[in-house]
């Protein structure tokens, strides 16, 4: 083979580049702070499409007083808000200071054991709708002290609760909408489902 074939043409090679006119200045992005959690908390956080699901069994939209208990990072809230509920008619409780300093942008909140706040207002205050993620070691006590705020609150439609529960929570007056996959809530091993106690008077 010809040497020339490997030799530099005596003219230098450029590539023309058209400069395009027109472009915006782009946006800085942002990223969110994570938010960590300790495991004591039993802060296990709803996957956006069960909070989705969850707001939907509380019923038709309306200006009811809802209460969000124990409200970790504000998945349920968030919900809330996204199917357009006013921040305005939401009450969200939530005990670890981290965590509720967290969920002042979706509403007021109490920074408070929830059980030791349901037991001063009970017989003073009624809540039409109530959806909660309780801690799952001690589900039982946290919604034998929510049932007690259920209430119509002047409201025709009946009272709601709607909760996400392990699957070995029973209970005379709910009804199973779902039984969720095992990979829910994966770090915590228990298997879960979603329950609607509904009080009509």
Excluded at 76 to 96: D, N
Excluded at 126 to 150: D, G, Q, T
């Amino acid at each position: 083979m010809k040497r020339a074939v490997y030799a530099r043409p005596e003219k230098p090679m450029r590539i023309s580049v058209k400069r395009r006119e027109g472009f915006g200045k782009l946006e800085p992005i942002q990223v969110l702070e994570p938010v960590i959690v300790d495991k004591v908390t039993e802060c296990h956080v709803t996957p956006d499409d069960v909070a989705s699901r969850m707001v939907a069994y509380l019923g038709p939209e309306g200006d009811f007083l809802t209460l969000e208990p124990s409200a970790g990072t504000g998945q349920l809230s968030k919900a809330l808000l996204a199917s357009g509920h006013s921040p305005h008619e939401l009450t969200q409780i939530e005990r670890h200071t981290k965590l509720a300093s967290g969920l002042r942008r979706f509403g007021p909140v109490i920074n408070r054991c929830f059980v030791e706040w349901a037991a001063e207002v009970t017989g003073r205050v009624e809540y039409p709708r109530i959806i909660m993620n309780p801690p799952f070691s001690e589900v039982r006590k946290h919604v034998a002290a929510a049932l007690p705020l259920l209430g119509r609150g002047g409201h025709e439609e009946p009272a709601v609760l709607v909760a996400l529960v392990p699957i070995t929570f029973a209970h005379s007056d709910a009804e199973t909408l779902e039984v969720l996959p095992a990979y829910t809530f994966a770090t915590a091993k228990v298997n879960t489902k979603i329950i609607r106690i509904t009080k009509p008077n």
